[in-house]
Every structure is written in C-alpha cells, then in structure tokens.
C-alpha cells in the first residue's frame, strides 16, 4: 500500500483525504491519504521525514510551501512561483510541483473559459502568485491588483508581460478584462467582496479561490452581472487532480473526486 499525505498547520479542516481516497478508489489503486501537522518551521524536517518513512507523496499547505524548497528539487513552475504544494518522492531528491496554478486554469477550462484575451488576478499572496503564472503562461495578459501595492509590482516583476496595481484602479482593470480571479482571503469570514459589483459585467470569468462560503459575495455580484462563474471548490478540485494524476501517471477521476469535495462542503 502507498501512503500520501499533507503537511499544513493546522491541517484539521482539510477536505484533500476524502478526495484523493475517492480517486484511489476508482482507480483501484491501494493507497492511503493522511494528513501530518509538523510544527511551524519544520516544514524540510517534516519532509526529510516523510522519505525516510518511504512515503510516496506530500501535499504541502499553510505555512509550509516555501519552507519545503530546501528539501525538494523543484520543477521549473515551482522555482518561479516560489512555492510547493505536492511532493513526488520517486526522485532522489524529491521533486516539488505547484499545482495550485493548473487548478486555477483548469478549474475555468471546465466549464468552457477561454484563457486569452486580459486576466485580472486581485491578491499577490500564495495563490495569486500561482495563478498569475498560471494563466500568463496560458497566453493571458494579466494585471495584478494587491491591497499591498507593493507585493503586487514585486510579482508583475517575475510573471511575463503581467502589470502591478493597487485596489484603487480596480474597477477600470476589471471593465476591460475577459477573466477575473479573486486570489485574496476577502469573502471567507464576512459577506464582501474585493471587487466593487458595478465594475463586473457578461463578458467576464469570475473565479473565487475562496471556498468556505462556496458561494461568496463576489460569486453573487458576478451571476446578477451575467458573468461566467466557477467556485473555488473547483480550483481545489483540479489542483488535487493535477496532484494525483503527478504521483499516480493515471487520469484522475475527476467526478468522484469532485463529489467526494462537495459532500464535505
Ligand atoms: P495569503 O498568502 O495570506 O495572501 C492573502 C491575500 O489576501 C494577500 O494578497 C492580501 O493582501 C489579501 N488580503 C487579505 N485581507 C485583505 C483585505 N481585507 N482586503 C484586500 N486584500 C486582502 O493567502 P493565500 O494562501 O494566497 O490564500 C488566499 C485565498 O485563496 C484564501 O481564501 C485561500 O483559502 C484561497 N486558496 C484557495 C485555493 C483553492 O484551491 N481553491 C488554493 C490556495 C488558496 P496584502 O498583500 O495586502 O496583505
């Protein structure tokens, strides 16, 4: 039997167990999926670990996906996102992917988004970096707008062809934009919305990374605006897919998984 996993602290509510164990399930693969809460600042410790314990693969969540850089070898999307999310210990060293930007495009390509034409990405945290490369590298022209100017400059710095703003020129990005992601925390603890509701419109792809509510305020805003809408349980969906199809070299399952996610939500 193969054993795979997730370090994060804390790891409690993580809905990646049930999913990855339906997709093990279809597929008739024997394998289990646990999750490990090392302490904070151990996260390469946590993963030399893992080797010696002949784990077959990590996911890697808060607050360890920079940290565990210095234990893997990491693929080239990795090394210019800066961070580590799924772990294949078939190599020696380990190899690190992020698969959180394939989530990102894959999650909109599902339900039928062309990626060209402009992206807004708001948020230049973890996730909005991942999906900044992801969707620059899918061709799109993207525009990075960060309640930290700053941070958002720093990223367009790094992504291809991609620009740096502040909240305030938001409105206007996302008047001319084709797809829209929100990447911040803004919608998981309070009905709001980083994005002001008279700014979205029927040409746009709205996708919210958040998935706790999985119907957020700006997935709301975006449906009464006629705008194309996908939750952030489908970016969390095809990042796990991306994942298991990295360890396993099997099509994941999309359905079962997904209805494995949903149930848990
Ligand atoms: P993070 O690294 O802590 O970044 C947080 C981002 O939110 C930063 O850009 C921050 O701006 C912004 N922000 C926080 N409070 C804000 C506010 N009041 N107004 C405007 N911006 C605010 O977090 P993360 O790891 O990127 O995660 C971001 C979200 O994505 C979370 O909800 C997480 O659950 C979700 N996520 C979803 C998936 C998925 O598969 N669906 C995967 C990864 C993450 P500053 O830089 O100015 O602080």
Known sequence: MDVYGLIGNPVGHSLSPPMHEAGYEE???DARYVTFEPPKGEGAAAVEAAATLDVAGL???????????DAVDPAPLADRIGAVNTIDFATDPPTGYNTDAAGATRALESHGVDLSGRAVVVGAGGAGRAVAFGLADADMTVAIAN?????????AADVPDATGHG????????ADADVLVNATT??????QS???ADA?????????????P?????LRDAADAGATTVDGAWMLLYQGVETFETWTGVDAPAEPMNDALRARL
């Open 214 to 218: 999985i119907e957020t305020r700006l």
């Open 147 to 155: 309640r930290t100017e700053e941070k958002a400059h720093d990223l």
């Open 186 to 191: 803004v919608g998981m603890k309070e009905d």
């Open 59 to 69: 996911n890697v969540t808060v607050p360890f996906k920079q940290d565990v850089l």
């Open 200 to 212: 979205l419109h029927g040409g746009l792809a709205v996708l919210d990374a958040v998935y706790d």
């Open 194 to 196: 980083p994005v002001p």
């Open 167 to 174: 909240l305030d020129t938001l409105g206007d990005l996302v």
């Open 27 to 29: 597929c008739g693969i």
